[in-house]
Structure formats: structure tokens, C-alpha cells
């Protein structure tokens, strides 16, 4: 397969969310009014598992658009969504058994009204585009069947992220929970986001200066947020393993065994690639040949190579982080937990974890259980992980070995930081936003160009124009259509 990556948006897009004030809460209590209450299911399909979402809120008053949020269920179930697309029947099953585990915590006279929404990451972005579309076609065609899914259901719910769009959410989020938006704040004030899944890893944050590429802008309440935000396939914390032994193979087709210096020594495992073939790999226990495979991959290009300046991964442009505070959520937090770096501020203290790592992976198999008690399943990961996220945080993110600017943590205030929940408030400010007229229009400040978008029905476009004059004429255009505001991917 080629990667989904290909044929994904690569422009700059214009994130509507939100036309007034928010109410801040974590997703830990009950509303007020459950009688009066809503819900909305989301399907969080990653590359190894999916995490079913059920959230529930109460439509707020006043001036607020976005309700207060509870999340009432947060279940994994195992295996991606990717290893059913030839298998319909297995396909069946397993979304119908998440399905009905969502019915359990919504009342059986609102799941009719019950929004659902399934979004795929990293697992389903290597698809091509005609794979991605026949597969789609057969989410669609499960949830559709109301014998198997009582929810609302809608086509246009059913999609693939890119991780962009996974970094706005989850920077969304975050900014949501620590209570950012509960009124006017300084950007300085806004947390940064580092998350790593299975496939990808994604950095998202308002940066100190002007931005030359890879700008996402999210108008919140009214406001206008100039969001650097990066995705990484293949970087994520079961990539990079797969990356790892693609190296040691050297190319070759015929080789069906290698010795990997990522790995303690005495433990083996049996790896399938993503080509089909299955590698035995041994490990050797060797943290400086593991780095200098790491550093290969997330050295930054410099020179002409290199534009615009500076690079993070390669020729891939990223502002500085300067003195910018940064929430790193899933895959981050486990392998400085389980190496015991982290404390009760739960700061990333980058230089401790990587002497961790490099004391652990100069530990055989044995040492590491009897010493640690660690699970000998995963302690491997740990002495791949604890080098692989130094690494790409200072070679490539350019955060100083001594920075106290990383905090560790899944939770804000007792919600958790989660791309499922920016996306579902994104979605609630387009579900229950005023029926009348909710419309946003951008009219690029500085630049000749003028940028709008408008959704009807499952129809959006996007308008461009060195006129200023259209401006005007488009603000009527909307004030004649009356349309909700919404939620859409716009090239500025």
C-alpha cells in the first residue's frame, strides 16, 4: 500500500469552532440535568485498537455555544479497524459490538438523537485514496444498517483524520480543559500539545514568532489562533519499532532475522513488517547504536536543504519552541512512568529519562524483570522509547536536554486530553449552534487574498479572490443562505 499521505490535504486550513464563549469543565461529573441531557458516541479508530467515546452534556444558555462535557464511557477494544478491510464479516462484528456497548450508557428513548461518529488515524492514513474510499464505503454501509447502529447516523460522520487535524483537536482540548477559553487571555497563556500514537506523532502550538509554513488557523470564540501543527507518519510508538528494523535489514528481501540494538539483550520476539514478512528480532542491548538508527531518522536537514528555516524531522519546517509550556499526552507518558523519571509535577526531565534508558537497555531481559518487575513483554519498548523520545524531542522538536517544559499527563483538571473530545466539541458548536445565522468569514489580514467557506448539506467549498470588494458581496451571499457554522478544510 502506499501511504494515505499522498493524496490527504497538504494546505493551510481554517479551523471554525465556536462564535462565543466557552464554559471550561473536565469530563468527570454528572450535569445537573440528566433528564435534559445529550449524547454523542464517538468511534476513536487508531492503528491498534478503537477507543469507543460516549460523551454527555446539557445545551448551555446564554452566550455559550459549547456545553459542559462528560465522558461516560472510554473502552478499548483490541485489534484496528485496518485488519478488517478484507474481512466484511469480522468487520460486522466487531462494529456492532461496539455499538452495543455504546447503548449501554445512552437511555433508550435518546439514542435515536444520539449523534455517532467514527474517525480513523494513523491505522487507515497508509491506504490509498481508492482503498480509503471502498473501505469507508464499508463503515458506512455497517452503521447505516439501523438493526445494528439506533444511533443518528450521517455518511459524512465516518472519516479519516489527517494528523493535522488530530493535533488541532487534541490542542483544542487541552486549551479547553485548562480553561483557556473561559475569556480573554493572552496566547502566551496557551499550552502546547506533543502526542504519540501507534503510527503517528503529532506537535501542535501558537509559537512566539512569525510562521512560514504549516499554519493552522483556529477562530475560537470569535478569536483567531495562528496554530503551528505537524503530523509525523510512521513515528509513532509502533512505527518507529518497525522503522528501527527496516534499518537493520539493510534492504534486503531475504533476510529473516535480526540482531537489534533497541532491544535487551536475551529477548527475541517475532515482528511482522508492514510488507507481510515475519522478522525474528534479537536483542542486543546496545543504546548508542540504537541512538545513531534514531538520529538517522529525526535529524534535521540544514543548508539549502533546509527552507524555510529551521527544520525539525528532515526538510520539515518548525518554528522554536522558545520558553513555550507543552502538554505531552498517550504514548509519551509510558516509558518515563514505567522508568520512574517522572515525580509528582509530572515534568519530563529529558536528560534523566535518557540515563534511564540507556542504564535499562544495558540490562539483559532478566536483570530488567528481577530489578524492575517490569512485564517482559514490554520491557524492550521501554529501552526503544526512553532513547526514541529524547531524541526526536531535542534533535528534532529543539527543546533544551535540560528544559522543564514538558509536562507528562492524560488529565487537565480531572478531564482527559484527548483529540476525541476537541472533535466532538467542534462537532457540538456545528450540531447546536443557532439556527438562524452562525457564519464565519475571513478576509486574510495583510495578504490580497480574501478566504470564506460555507457547508449545505454534505457540500463545501472554499473562495479565493484579490478582490476585497467580494468580501461584501459574499457576507450577503451567507446572510441570504442563513447557514450553521461549520467545521471545514479551507486552503487560505
Given at each position: 500500500m502506499t501511504e494515505l499521505a499522498t493524496w490527504l490535504p497538504t494546505y493551510l486550513p481554517i479551523i471554525y469552532f465556536l462564535t462565543s464563549s466557552i464554559t471550561a469543565a473536565p469530563a468527570t461529573s454528572s450535569p445537573s440535568n440528566v433528564a435534559q441531557a445529550n449524547y454523542g458516541v464517538l468511534l476513536d479508530a487508531g492503528s491498534t485498537s478503537t477507543k469507543l467515546k460516549v460523551y454527555r452534556w446539557n445545551q448551555t444558555t446564554g452566550d455559550s455555544l459549547v456545553p459542559r462535557i462528560d465522558l461516560l464511557a472510554n473502552e478499548r477494544f483490541d485489534n484496528g479497524l485496518g485488519s478488517f478491510e478484507e474481512d466484511e464479516i469480522g468487520l460486522v462484528s466487531y462494529i456492532s459490538s461496539i455499538v452495543s456497548r455504546a447503548k449501554q450508557d445512552v437511555p433508550d428513548h435518546k439514542q435515536k438523537s444520539t449523534p455517532i461518529y467514527l474517525m480513523a488515524t494513523a491505522g487507515l492514513r497508509y491506504l490509498t485514496e481508492k482503498e480509503a474510499e471502498v473501505f469507508l464505503e464499508k463503515i458506512q454501509a455497517v452503521l447505516a444498517n439501523t438493526t445494528i447502529n439506533p444511533f443518528l447516523y450521517k455518511s459524512s460522520s465516518i472519516t479519516i483524520l489527517s494528523g493535522e487535524e488530530e493535533g488541532v483537536y487534541s490542542w483544542i482540548a487541552a486549551n479547553y480543559l485548562n480553561g483557556f477559553f473561559d475569556k480573554y487571555r493572552p496566547e502566551n497563556e496557551t499550552v502546547g500539545i506533543l502526542e504519540m500514537g501507534g503510527g503517528s506523532t503529532q506537535i501542535a502550538f501558537i509559537p512566539h514568532g512569525p510562521l512560514f509554513s504549516e499554519e493552522y488557523q483556529a477562530i475560537v470564540a470569535g478569536r483567531a489562533y495562528q496554530l503551528y501543527v505537524q503530523s509525523y507518519l510512521q513515528f509513532g510508538a509502533n512505527a518507529i519499532s518497525q522503522k528501527v528494523v527496516y534499518a537493520l535489514l539493510h534492504g534486503s528481501l531475504n533476510q529473516s532475522e535480526v540482531e537489534n540494538p533497541c532491544m535487551l539483550r536475551e529477548d527475541?520476539?517475532?515482528?511482522?513488517?508492514?510488507?507481510?514478512?515475519?522478522?525474528?528480532?534479537?536483542?542486543?542491548?546496545?543504546?548508542?547504536?540504537?541512538?545513531?538508527?534514531?538520529?538517522?531518522?529525526?535529524?534535521?536537514?540544514?543548508?539549502?536543504?533546509?527552507?524555510?528555516?529551521?527544520?525539525a524531522i528532515g526538510s520539515v519546517y518548525q518554528p522554536s519552541v522558545d520558553n513555550l509550556k507543552f502538554v505531552a499526552t498517550q504514548a509519551f507518558t509510558y516509558t518515563p512512568e514505567?522508568?520512574?523519571?517522572?515525580?509528582?509535577?509530572?515534568?519530563?526531565?529529558?536528560?534523566?529519562?535518557?540515563?534511564?534508558?540507556?542504564?535499562?537497555?544495558?540490562?539483559?531481559?532478566?536483570?530488567?524483570?528481577?530489578?524492575?518487575?517490569?512485564?517482559?513483554?514490554?520491557?524492550?519498548?521501554?529501552?526503544?522509547?526512553?532513547?526514541?523520545?529524547?531524541?526526536?524531542?531535542?534533535?528534532?522538536?529543539?527543546?533544551?536536554?535540560?528544559?522543564?517544559?514538558?509536562?507528562?499527563?492524560?488529565?487537565?483538571?480531572?478531564?482527559?486530553?484527548?483529540?476525541?473530545?476537541?472533535?466532538?466539541?467542534?462537532?457540538?458548536?456545528?450540531?447546536?449552534?443557532?439556527?438562524?445565522?452562525?457564519?464565519?468569514?475571513?478576509?486574510?489580514?495583510?495578504?490580497?487574498?480574501?478566504?470564506?467557506?460555507?457547508?449545505?448539506?454534505?457540500?463545501?467549498?472554499?473562495?479565493?479572490?484579490?478582490?476585497?470588494?467580494?468580501?461584501?458581496?459574499?457576507?450577503?451571499?451567507?446572510?441570504?443562505?442563513?447557514?450553521c457554522i461549520y467545521f471545514d478544510i479551507s486552503k487560505v
Amino acid at each position: 500500500m502506499t501511504e494515505l499521505a499522498t493524496w490527504l490535504p497538504t494546505y493551510l486550513p481554517i479551523i471554525y469552532f465556536l462564535t462565543s464563549s466557552i464554559t471550561a469543565a473536565p469530563a468527570t461529573s454528572s450535569p445537573s440535568n440528566v433528564a435534559q441531557a445529550n449524547y454523542g458516541v464517538l468511534l476513536d479508530a487508531g492503528s491498534t485498537s478503537t477507543k469507543l467515546k460516549v460523551y454527555r452534556w446539557n445545551q448551555t444558555t446564554g452566550d455559550s455555544l459549547v456545553p459542559r462535557i462528560d465522558l461516560l464511557a472510554n473502552e478499548r477494544f483490541d485489534n484496528g479497524l485496518g485488519s478488517f478491510e478484507e474481512d466484511e464479516i469480522g468487520l460486522v462484528s466487531y462494529i456492532s459490538s461496539i455499538v452495543s456497548r455504546a447503548k449501554q450508557d445512552v437511555p433508550d428513548h435518546k439514542q435515536k438523537s444520539t449523534p455517532i461518529y467514527l474517525m480513523a488515524t494513523a491505522g487507515l492514513r497508509y491506504l490509498t485514496e481508492k482503498e480509503a474510499e471502498v473501505f469507508l464505503e464499508k463503515i458506512q454501509a455497517v452503521l447505516a444498517n439501523t438493526t445494528i447502529n439506533p444511533f443518528l447516523y450521517k455518511s459524512s460522520s465516518i472519516t479519516i483524520l489527517s494528523g493535522e487535524e488530530e493535533g488541532v483537536y487534541s490542542w483544542i482540548a487541552a486549551n479547553y480543559l485548562n480553561g483557556f477559553f473561559d475569556k480573554y487571555r493572552p496566547e502566551n497563556e496557551t499550552v502546547g500539545i506533543l502526542e504519540m500514537g501507534g503510527g503517528s506523532t503529532q506537535i501542535a502550538f501558537i509559537p512566539h514568532g512569525p510562521l512560514f509554513s504549516e499554519e493552522y488557523q483556529a477562530i475560537v470564540a470569535g478569536r483567531a489562533y495562528q496554530l503551528y501543527v505537524q503530523s509525523y507518519l510512521q513515528f509513532g510508538a509502533n512505527a518507529i519499532s518497525q522503522k528501527v528494523v527496516y534499518a537493520l535489514l539493510h534492504g534486503s528481501l531475504n533476510q529473516s532475522e535480526v540482531e537489534n540494538p533497541c532491544m535487551l539483550r536475551e529477548d527475541s520476539r517475532n515482528t511482522t513488517l508492514d510488507d507481510g514478512r515475519l522478522i525474528l528480532e534479537k536483542g542486543t542491548g546496545d543504546p548508542e547504536a540504537c541512538l545513531q538508527i534514531l538520529r538517522k531518522f529525526l535529524h534535521p536537514n540544514t543548508g539549502q536543504d533546509c527552507s524555510p528555516k529551521p527544520c525539525a524531522i528532515g526538510s520539515v519546517y518548525q518554528p522554536s519552541v522558545d520558553n513555550l509550556k507543552f502538554v505531552a499526552t498517550q504514548a509519551f507518558t509510558y516509558t518515563p512512568e514505567n522508568l520512574k523519571v517522572v515525580d509528582d509535577d509530572k515534568i519530563l526531565h529529558i536528560d534523566k529519562l535518557e540515563e534511564a534508558a540507556i542504564y535499562h537497555c544495558n540490562r539483559t531481559l532478566e536483570q530488567a524483570v528481577n530489578e524492575s518487575g517490569m512485564d517482559p513483554q514490554y520491557v524492550s519498548s521501554d529501552c526503544l522509547m526512553g532513547l526514541y523520545i529524547p531524541t526526536l524531542v531535542t534533535l528534532s522538536y529543539g527543546f533544551n536536554s535540560n528544559s522543564t517544559n514538558i509536562q507528562l499527563t492524560s488529565k487537565i483538571n480531572g478531564g482527559t486530553v484527548d483529540w476525541a473530545l476537541g472533535a466532538m466539541l467542534v462537532e457540538l458548536s456545528n450540531s447546536f449552534g443557532s439556527p438562524k445565522f452562525n457564519y464565519s468569514i475571513q478576509c486574510t489580514k495583510g495578504m490580497p487574498a480574501v478566504t470564506t467557506g460555507y457547508n449545505k448539506g454534505n457540500h463545501s467549498t472554499s473562495l479565493h479572490s484579490n478582490h476585497l470588494q467580494i468580501c461584501v458581496l459574499l457576507l450577503s451571499l451567507a446572510i441570504v443562505l442563513r447557514n450553521c457554522i461549520y467545521f471545514d478544510i479551507s486552503k487560505v
